[in-house]
């Protein structure tokens, strides 16, 4: 596709609820980020896809985050057992092999009450 | 302290005035710098991005990087209303990681 594509773009869960946010990358993109994004905060680092490869988890805040990009297209980062701290847009971005510069989709704000 | 520092603003501007958009950073292990631009609700938009120290200049925009001081710089001239946005710094040490590191975020206004 012409962008990144996240879906969905707004989630509401309630405490306790497992979600699942896939993103659709730019076709040809070998590299994938998720990215969370507080309120009134830069996006911070959560883990990083080589094609299927999750080369660098370091950022995910628990063991109930976990991400997953099975075909080394499509990812999707799922959150079990969500809690209210975990309420923050979850920006998704791809980017060519040695390319300087990310390219991020719209992100999905996901609201846990 | 945070590795990347980057007043949030918000910072308000008359149509056509220059803007300088600045941020500082701890980790002299960063070797490029980008700086991207968000608008509301949607995600960053990458403006530009430099290696180690030096200057770049793309239309409007020119970014400055001086690795002796740990600073970076965003220039805008002849601001637009539709350059308000949130401009966010972003940091890149290259060594064994595709990790940004990123900075708040300055909210700037450009009054027409």
């Known amino acids: 596709g012409a962008g990144v594509s996240q879906s969905p773009r707004y989630k509401v869960a309630k405490r306790g609820q497992d979600v699942a946010l896939r993103c659709d990358p730019i076709s040809g993109h070998v590299s994938l980020f998720w990215y969370q994004q507080a309120l009134g905060q830069g996006p911070e680092f959560l883990t990083y896809f080589q094609n299927e490869a999750q080369l660098d988890k370091s950022g995910l805040p628990s063991d109930r985050f976990f991400a997953e990009r099975p075909e080394g297209s499509v990812s999707t980062l799922k959150i079990q057992r969500t809690q209210q701290e975990d309420s923050a847009v979850y920006l998704c971005a791809s980017s060519l092999e040695g390319n300087y510069g990310y390219t991020f989709g719209s992100g999905t704000r996901l609201t846990v009450v | ?112």
């Open chain 2, 1 to 112: 302290q945070k590795e990347v520092e980057q007043d949030p603003g918000p910072l308000s501007v008359p149509e056509g005035a220059i803007v300088s958009l600045n941020c500082t950073y701890s980790n002299s292990a960063f070797q490029y710098f980008m700086w991207y631009r968000q608008y509301s609700r949607k995600g960053p938009e990458l403006l530009m991005y430099t290696y180690s120290s030096g200057n770049k200049e793309d239309g409007r925009f020119t970014a400055q990087v001086d690795k002796s001081s740990k600073y970076i710089s965003l220039f805008i001239r002849d601001s637009q209303p539709s350059d308000s946005a949130t401009y966010l710094c972003a940091m890149w040490a290259t060594s064994g990681t595709y990790k940004y590191i990123f900075g708040t975020g300055t909210r700037l206004k450009v009054l027409a």
